[in-house]
């Protein structure tokens, strides 16, 4: 699910990306099947990317089934579910 976000944001900026490397599908599909592994074994992943001057998008995901630096720590998971979905930032 999480991997899936990226994935959207990922399509929805791409056209955004300063560097035509960036946009290319191949390495999407490349970063969402990393980011869906990474996931699994409860790692974290960020992301950025320069977008038309002067943004930067900064794309992160935070594992927490449980944080590997910390299990002792609770997941949020019920707090983002009253929230709502997270959002992209870009700066």
Same mark, same amino acid.
């Not at 955004?16 to 390495?27: I, M, N, T």
């Given at each position: 699910m999480a991997a899936d976000?990226? +994935?959207?944001q990922?399509?929805?900026y791409a056209p955004?990306?300063?560097?035509?490397?960036?946009?290319? !599908?191949? @390495?999407l599909a490349v970063l969402v099947g990393s980011a869906a592994e990474r996931l699994s074994w409860g790692g974290?992943?960020?992301? +950025?990317?320069y977008l038309e001057r002067p943004s930067?998008?900064?794309?992160a995901?935070?594992?927490?089934? !449980?944080? @590997?630096s910390m299990p002792q720590l609770a997941c949020p998971a019920r707090a983002l579910s009253a929230c709502g979905r997270p959002s992209a930032t870009p700066r």
């Open positions: 976000w990226l +994935g959207e990922l399509v929805a955004r990306f300063d560097a035509g490397a960036d946009r290319d !599908p191949a @390495r974290d992943l960020a992301h +950025g990317f930067f998008l900064s794309l995901l935070v594992s927490c089934t !449980p944080n @590997r």
